[in-house]
């Protein structure tokens, strides 16, 4: 016997330690007891709720809610001169009279792979992707199950996270233009007949609401919680998701599951919506041989450039400014 203790390998000696310090801790776990602690933790909701809204970000969500008015009314404006076209079978957008030739679409319900495009025209909500989430009468709220789905409004994420920062979006005195769209297209009549420089203003207007737009979301978010599912475009601002099974829904599947939640960024809420862009030195139609050349931008800035307005200099290295439209011929 003694010989054989010997021979034990180390490895065994390891797993004959950890064995036993696993028995010796089960002797002396302690249980919690979740009914007990309940009580406690309802009160720290509802201390917490106390700290909101946070005066310091009433001015931001204001602010919000005054620059997307303006961007709306101006990409409506801009585009009833600067035509837009969207792809019929995904989500591709591209900002001109003709569609590009790049194979980049992956066809209905995505069965297909490196498709060329088939073109229509497009409108504001592929410009400005339309993100909902449900609105809830307090942030701290009860989560929402399956079942309540269709008990709760479904609302622009933007307006829903100005609405629990403290401020009304619904008042028409202050943000008449904010939600209604009807109201967007009936204040953007009349833009055909805009001269260059009116346009240009129109433009460069836009492009300042739409880069206030995105910072005064991101300064929101640094407050007031936000989710969006791992798995789809779904977004729920508050500070846990809801138990809807609607998962997949959003991306082609068949299946409806729960949502993986984790932290929301200002790009779930407020989409750029990336597209190629045309620079002077590319050929009127974009062709897929040279893809690689050509540079990107979000719709917004490249419908606000084609007005003459200069993009910001962080779009710059996405859009490729200097950059060769072909290869180089070498010279022997």
Known sequence: MAVMALRRRPW?????????????????????DLRKLRPMILKRIESRARD????????????????????FQGVSALLRVFPVMACKFCPEVHIGEKGHLIQTCCGYKRRAKNRVHEWISGGLNDVLVPVETFHLQDMFQDVIKHDQRFDFDRVPAVLELCWQAGVDPYDEKKYSS????????????????????????????????????????????????????????????????????????????????AHFWKKAEVNDLVPPKIVWRRRPQDPLVLVDEHRDFYGHAPAVVDLCTQAGVIAPIQYHCMMKVQGLSEPAQVKV
């Open 12 to 32: 065994q000696h390891v797993l004959g330690n950890l064995s036993g310090c696993v028995m010796h801790a089960r002797f002396h776990s302690s249980k919690v």
């Open 52 to 71: 909101y809204p946070v005066r310091g970000m009433v001015p931001v969500a204001q602010e919000v809610l005054k620059a997307r008015a303006v961007l």
């Open 178 to 257: 904010s939600w209604n769209l009807e109201n967007v297209s009936a204040g953007s009549e009349g833009a055909e007949s805009l001269s260059p420089h009116e346009l240009r203003l129109i433009a460069n207007t836009t492009l300042r609401a739409w880069e206030t737009l995105r910072t005064g979301v991101q300064k929101l978010l640094l407050v007031y919680p936000a989710k969006v599912c791992k798995h789809c475009s779904e977004v729920h601002v508050g500070p846990s998701g809801h138990k809807a099974r609607l998962c997949g829904v959003f991306k082609y599947e068949s299946w409806r599951g």
